[in-house]
């Protein structure tokens, strides 16, 4: 700047050159005034002076420059023009001047503030300057002392040369070595990972990696520390992976290690878990995923799913074939079932005392196992959620029901492992499962209806030949249960595990409602191998040996005795000699312990089985199960009645008991179709057309009494269903819902207990249809009861009457040899016959027009005698309804004004049997006839109106 301004000045104050005289007038060189500035003036004239910060920013940016070479006058001027302009230039000048001084201001000004700092630098400076005299003093010392040393000791300092070479050698050895072994850590961290020493990896690592850090300044050891940093970090992914294969199978050691490796990566043990959480969860997703996915047979589905949008694995679901969906099924549950038995025993251990020598603090420990229970229920429900996509996927219509009951003993069992797991109800897994079931049961449900309705319209109603100790328990359909009904009153809920406390409370029985014999413990059982997937889930056929055979004495006459030979003796007997064999002797063979029951029964007997293992496995829906098979039994009942009561040629008031006149309509309105063609599906859901009777059975022939035979085995079949049911009640009572069980009850005391009265009607069919009742009454009308002597001798009719029995009874017998007849059935039958006789005599002496005493003793007489010979031929003592008949005949001998107070009382009696009665005894008193007659209207106006 101090050479620009000389120049400047030197170009100032130069002296022009002389001009000569060229006769111009100085007025041609006359100047307007302009302002002087003085050269040597430190000041610059402060008229229109800009602010000091546009003086600075107006600065040019090369008057900035700190090249040493930069020329600020030559700057300066080189931007002169050719042709020199004294005002341009002092404006020029006055423009630097104003730079300057803003900046030797701006200069001062910082100087100024950064004074304080400057004199503190400066003080410093000084200090340093005297120590660096001191420390040129003792070196000066310290040279004028070794040359002194050198001189004086030259054999010592060779000495304490060579020694310090030989440190310097070994001091290199010691770091080549170093050096060596860092390069050799890799293969030494591959032989430990092969060994799963985690923490000696880690701790190898962490020593290298300091290691290094002290060799760095070697080129080798610094390329290698970033070698370690990565082999730390994948040794870290290595722990992960590691321990993601502890979703399969818990190893507590190796367990111990990671955790052992995790605290050496400073890492807490919740940050641990949270971890295994992910991968637990992971395991779950890629196991259902791979499970399914090996399944499809058809190579786009995958594809398919990923390009739909929707969730890959529901895709994969819904394309799994009908063929390979249980193996499918149960091959899914036996991974997922590994994975929830690995966190089982992560559960296990934790809550045990083997980590107690961990480092994490008390509180650590208690945050992990309540993030442990937490996860608990997470893992759960996504177990459940992938099984229940399957199901709900799935179309189990097209199963049979072996198949369909193997899908819920899968089901079944996976929600046990659920309750032992983390009493869990799976909800998911019994919605999912209630849905499948409800849709196939009904479909299922109505096949066996129609199923049933074939089995019913084919029956010859034969007997079924099994053997005398049979019981409903051997069928195989009941094999899944048998236990169970034994002892399910003593049936705890399955095995439930408390993590808190380690211990396990086991149920008492081990037999499974899907019919294993296992139940509960599962995570003890298959600690170490199998899965619970792996036993009681086949189809296997148990060997039945129900059926009687020709040489075991099982036949309709044989017991369980060891009089068996006897008793086929005694059959071949009767065989050959059928007319000269006691009616007693024959009665005692046809009432035998054989059950009597024909092969559509076997056949209900069976779908009880089987409706009875679905109610177990459904809980939801087992009592709609239990009701379905309640139908059943009662469309069996409904036929029976329909086939062989239906042609009851007598009135049916008295037969029927009002139990099974509303059970019979009861069941004709939920469960038969009327008036709806076969191939009409509106409105058939749970209902059934009515069945036909197979058009082999002959019910209209006399010689066989009218299908007696048939009748007895329909009949007693029944009756023998019904005792099956009431054997099975308290079970299917124990099966049922506490808010069903009133319907449950409902169905024993009506449907069930109505049964026996069955008997009735249809044994009365038959008797009704065996005697000819209009030729007994012809025959009794032909009689005169106008006799005034009692003769000893009875009328012509009783005879007939009594032979027509004996035909019967005859028939009867014959019947008896191919159907065994029990005590009950002899009983009923001759009931009926009593009740058909009584009532026809008590018809046929009303009709009398005219009977004297004489008569109405003869009519004693008649019915004595008949009496007496009925009571040998039926066994009956006493005889049923002979009281009917005496009451009517001793009427006649009572006064009138008990006449009209026994009419009143003795209702059994119709109109027509009492005006006959009243017209015989008052045929003499017109006027208390005509009171009596109408007393009789007034009763039977007040029945008609009641």
């Given at each position: 700047?101090?050479?620009?301004?000389?120049?400047?000045?030197?170009?100032?104050?130069?002296?022009?050159?002389?001009?000569?005289?060229?006769?111009?007038?100085?007025?041609?060189?006359?100047?307007?005034?302009?302002?002087?500035?003085?050269?040597?003036?430190?000041?610059?004239?402060?008229?229109?002076?800009?602010?000091?910060?546009?003086?600075?920013?107006?600065?040019?940016?090369?008057?900035?420059?700190?090249?040493?070479?930069?020329?600020?006058?030559?700057?300066?001027?080189?931007?002169?023009?050719?042709?020199?302009?004294?005002?341009?230039?002092?404006?020029?000048?006055?423009?630097?001047?104003?730079?300057?001084?803003?900046?030797?201001?701006?200069?001062?000004?910082?100087?100024?503030?950064?004074?304080?700092?400057?004199?503190?630098?400066?003080?410093?400076?000084?200090?340093?300057?005297?120590?660096?005299?001191?420390?040129?003093?003792?070196?000066?010392?310290?040279?004028?002392?070794?040359?002194?040393?050198?001189?004086?000791?030259?054999?010592?300092?060779?000495?304490?040369?060579?020694?310090?070479?030989?440190?310097?050698?070994?001091?290199?050895?010691?770091?080549?070595?170093?050096?060596?072994?860092?390069?050799?850590?890799?293969?030494?961290?591959?032989?430990?990972?092969?060994?799963?020493?985690?923490?000696?990896?880690?701790?190898?690592?962490?020593?290298?990696?300091?290691?290094?850090?002290?060799?760095?300044?070697?080129?080798?050891?610094?390329?290698?520390?970033?070698?370690?940093?990565?082999?730390?970090?994948?040794?870290?992914?290595?722990?992960?992976?590691?321990?993601?294969?502890?979703?399969?199978?818990?190893?507590?050691?190796?367990?111990?290690?990671?955790?052992?490796?995790?605290?050496?990566?400073?890492?807490?043990?919740?940050?641990?878990?949270?971890?295994?959480?992910?991968?637990?969860?992971?395991?779950?997703?890629?196991?259902?995923?791979?499970?399914?996915?090996?399944?499809?047979?058809?190579?786009?589905?995958?594809?398919?799913?990923?390009?739909?949008?929707?969730?890959?694995?529901?895709?994969?679901?819904?394309?799994?074939?009908?063929?390979?969906?249980?193996?499918?099924?149960?091959?899914?549950?036996?991974?997922?079932?590994?994975?929830?038995?690995?966190?089982?025993?992560?559960?296990?251990?934790?809550?045990?005392?083997?980590?107690?020598?961990?480092?994490?603090?008390?509180?650590?420990?208690?945050?992990?196992?309540?993030?442990?229970?937490?996860?608990?229920?997470?893992?759960?429900?996504?177990?459940?959620?992938?099984?229940?996509?399957?199901?709900?996927?799935?179309?189990?219509?097209?199963?049979?029901?072996?198949?369909?009951?193997?899908?819920?003993?899968?089901?079944?069992?996976?929600?046990?492992?659920?309750?032992?797991?983390?009493?869990?109800?799976?909800?998911?897994?019994?919605?999912?499962?209630?849905?499948?079931?409800?849709?196939?049961?009904?479909?299922?449900?109505?096949?066996?209806?129609?199923?049933?309705?074939?089995?019913?319209?084919?029956?010859?109603?034969?007997?079924?030949?099994?053997?005398?100790?049979?019981?409903?328990?051997?069928?195989?359909?009941?094999?899944?249960?048998?236990?169970?009904?034994?002892?399910?009153?003593?049936?705890?809920?399955?095995?439930?595990?408390?993590?808190?406390?380690?211990?396990?409370?086991?149920?008492?029985?081990?037999?499974?409602?899907?019919?294993?014999?296992?139940?509960?413990?599962?995570?003890?059982?298959?600690?170490?191998?199998?899965?619970?997937?792996?036993?009681?889930?086949?189809?296997?056929?148990?060997?039945?040996?129900?059926?009687?055979?020709?040489?075991?004495?099982?036949?309709?006459?044989?017991?369980?005795?060891?009089?068996?030979?006897?008793?086929?003796?005694?059959?071949?007997?009767?065989?050959?000699?059928?007319?000269?064999?006691?009616?007693?002797?024959?009665?005692?063979?046809?009432?035998?312990?054989?059950?009597?029951?024909?092969?559509?029964?076997?056949?209900?007997?069976?779908?009880?089985?089987?409706?009875?293992?679905?109610?177990?496995?459904?809980?939801?829906?087992?009592?709609?199960?239990?009701?379905?098979?309640?139908?059943?039994?009662?469309?069996?009942?409904?036929?029976?009645?329909?086939?062989?009561?239906?042609?009851?040629?007598?009135?049916?008031?008295?037969?029927?008991?009002?139990?099974?006149?509303?059970?019979?309509?009861?069941?004709?309105?939920?469960?038969?179709?009327?008036?709806?063609?076969?191939?009409?599906?509106?409105?058939?859901?749970?209902?059934?057309?009515?069945?036909?009777?197979?058009?082999?059975?002959?019910?209209?022939?006399?010689?066989?009494?009218?299908?007696?035979?048939?009748?007895?085995?329909?009949?007693?079949?029944?009756?023998?269903?019904?005792?099956?049911?009431?054997?099975?009640?308290?079970?299917?009572?124990?099966?049922?819902?506490?808010?069903?069980?009133?319907?449950?009850?409902?169905?024993?005391?009506?449907?069930?207990?109505?049964?026996?009265?069955?008997r009735n009607p249809i044994y009365m069919a038959v008797v009704a249809q065996s005697f000819d009742l209009r030729q007994i009454l012809m025959n009794i009308a032909k009689i005169n009861w106008e006799v005034r002597d009692v003769r000893s001798m009875h009328n012509s009719y009783v005879d007939t009457l009594l032979r027509e029995i004996h035909i019967f009874t005859l028939r009867l017998e014959e019947?008896?040899?191919?159907?065994?007849?029990?005590?009950?059935?002899?009983?009923?039958?001759?009931?009926?016959?009593?009740?058909?006789?009584?009532?026809?005599?008590?018809?046929?002496?009303?009709?009398?027009?005219?009977?004297?005493?004489?008569?109405?003793?003869?009519?004693?007489?008649?019915?004595?005698?008949?009496?007496?010979?009925?009571?040998?031929?039926?066994?009956?003592?006493?005889?049923?309804?002979?009281?009917?008949?005496?009451?009517?005949?001793?009427?006649?001998?009572?006064?009138?004004?008990?006449?009209?107070?026994?009419?009143?009382?003795?209702?059994?009696?119709?109109?027509?049997?009492?005006?006959?009665?009243?017209?015989?005894?008052?045929?003499?008193?017109?006027?208390?006839?005509?009171?009596?007659?109408?007393?009789?209207?007034?009763?039977?106006?007040?029945?008609?109106?009641?």
């Open positions: 700047m101090d050479e620009l301004k000389n120049k400047l000045l030197g170009l100032i104050h130069k002296q022009p050159p002389k001009i000569p005289s060229m006769g111009f007038n100085d007025a041609n060189y006359h100047f307007s005034d302009l302002p002087t500035l003085s050269i040597n003036s430190k000041t610059v004239q402060e008229v229109d002076r800009p602010a000091d910060q546009d003086i600075l920013e107006s600065i040019e940016a090369a008057y900035f420059s700190i090249n040493p070479e930069f020329d600020i006058c030559r700057f300066e001027l080189e931007k002169l023009p050719e042709i020199l302009d004294c005002d341009q230039i002092q404006r020029d000048f006055k423009k630097l001047k104003q730079q300057h001084q803003v900046v030797s201001k701006k200069v001062l000004q910082l100087i100024l503030e950064h004074q304080t700092g400057c004199n503190g630098e400066f003080e410093k400076i000084i200090e340093i300057l005297e120590k660096v005299k001191e420390t040129l003093a003792l070196c000066k010392i310290s040279r004028k002392e070794l040359k002194i040393a050198a001189s004086q000791f030259t054999d010592s300092l060779g000495i304490l040369t060579n020694y310090r070479k030989r440190k310097m050698a070994q001091n290199f050895l010691n770091h080549l070595k170093m050096i060596k072994d860092l390069h050799s850590f890799e293969k030494r961290c591959q032989q430990m990972m092969l060994e799963e020493d985690f923490v000696g990896i880690i701790t190898e690592l962490k020593r290298c990696q300091k290691i290094a850090s002290q060799y760095r300044h070697f080129s080798c050891v610094a390329a290698l520390t970033y070698k370690i940093q990565e082999t730390l970090e994948n040794t870290d992914s290595q722990l992960d992976r590691i321990l993601a294969q502890t979703c399969f199978h818990f190893d507590k050691d190796r367990y111990m290690k990671l955790q052992a490796a995790y605290d050496l990566l400073d890492k807490s043990q919740v940050s641990m878990i949270d971890n295994l959480h992910v991968h637990y969860i992971t395991a779950i997703y890629n196991s259902s995923f791979n499970v399914v996915q090996s399944y499809i047979s058809c190579p786009d589905a995958l594809e398919s799913s990923e390009n739909s949008g929707k969730n890959p694995y529901t895709v994969l679901c819904q394309s799994i074939d009908v063929d390979v969906f249980i193996p499918c099924l149960v091959q899914l549950c036996k991974l997922l079932f590994k994975i929830v038995l690995s966190y089982h025993k992560l559960m296990k251990w934790h809550n045990s005392d083997n980590d107690t020598d961990n480092t994490e603090s008390d509180s650590d420990i208690a945050a992990s196992k309540q993030k442990l229970n937490h996860n608990l229920i997470k893992i759960w429900d996504d177990v459940q959620r992938k099984v229940s996509s399957l199901l709900l996927n799935g179309d189990l219509t097209k199963y049979k029901f072996d198949q369909f009951v193997q899908v819920l003993r899968v089901v079944h069992r996976l929600i046990q492992v659920g309750e032992e797991f983390c009493s869990s109800k799976s909800e998911d897994l019994q919605e999912s499962i209630k849905k499948q079931s409800e849709y196939y049961f009904m479909n299922y449900h109505a096949q066996r209806l129609e199923e049933l309705k074939i089995f019913l319209e084919n029956e010859m109603w034969e007997i079924c030949p099994v053997k005398s100790s049979f019981k409903i328990s051997q069928l195989q359909e009941f094999k899944p249960f048998r236990y169970s009904i034994k002892t399910f009153g003593t049936q705890v809920s399955p095995t439930t595990i408390n993590y808190s406390t380690n211990s396990t409370e086991c149920c008492s029985s081990t037999h499974s409602l899907d019919g294993s014999s296992i139940i509960g413990n599962y995570f003890i059982r298959f600690a170490e191998h199998g899965t619970p997937f792996d036993t009681g889930l086949d189809n296997t056929v148990i060997e039945e040996d129900i059926m009687a055979s020709e040489n075991d004495g099982s036949g309709y006459y044989s017991e369980e005795s060891d009089d068996n030979q006897d008793l086929e003796n005694d059959y071949e007997e009767d065989l050959n000699n059928l007319r000269n064999v006691s009616r007693k002797e024959k009665r005692e063979k046809s009432q035998t312990n054989t059950p009597i029951l024909t092969n559509t029964t076997l056949t209900v007997l069976r779908q009880m089985g089987k409706y009875i293992q679905m109610s177990r496995l459904l809980k939801p829906i087992a009592f709609r199960i239990i009701s379905s098979m309640n139908q059943l039994f009662d469309y069996y009942l409904y036929s029976v009645n329909l086939f062989f009561g239906s042609d009851l040629c007598v009135s049916s008031t008295n037969l029927y008991s009002q139990e099974l006149n509303m059970t019979l309509q009861r069941i004709s309105n939920d469960l038969i179709l009327e008036n709806m063609p076969i191939d009409q599906d509106t409105g058939r859901i749970g209902k059934v057309h009515k069945p036909s009777i197979s058009p082999l059975i002959d019910l209209k022939n006399p010689e066989t009494l009218y299908g007696l035979s048939e009748r007895i085995v329909a009949v007693e079949s029944l009756i023998f269903l019904a005792k099956e049911y009431e054997f099975l009640q308290e079970y299917l009572e124990y099966l049922t819902p506490q808010n069903h069980k009133a319907l449950l009850q409902q169905f024993y005391l009506q449907n069930i207990a109505s049964v026996p009265d069955l019947i008896s040899l191919k159907v065994p007849i029990s005590s009950e059935v002899y009983k009923n039958i001759w009931t009926n016959v009593a009740h058909i006789v009584t009532h026809t005599l008590v018809q046929g002496f009303s009709e009398a027009k005219k009977c004297t005493n004489g008569g109405r003793a003869l009519m004693q007489l008649d019915f004595t005698q008949f009496l007496t010979k009925f009571e040998k031929i039926s066994s009956l003592k006493p005889v049923p309804h002979k009281e009917y008949v005496e009451n009517y005949v001793k009427a006649y001998y009572l006064p009138d004004l008990e006449l009209e107070t026994w009419i009143k009382e003795h209702k059994e009696y119709s109109s027509k049997h009492l005006f006959g009665l009243v017209s015989c005894a008052c045929q003499n008193n017109k006027k208390t006839r005509q009171k009596l007659l109408q007393v009789i209207e007034d009763i039977e106006k007040n029945k008609f109106h009641r």
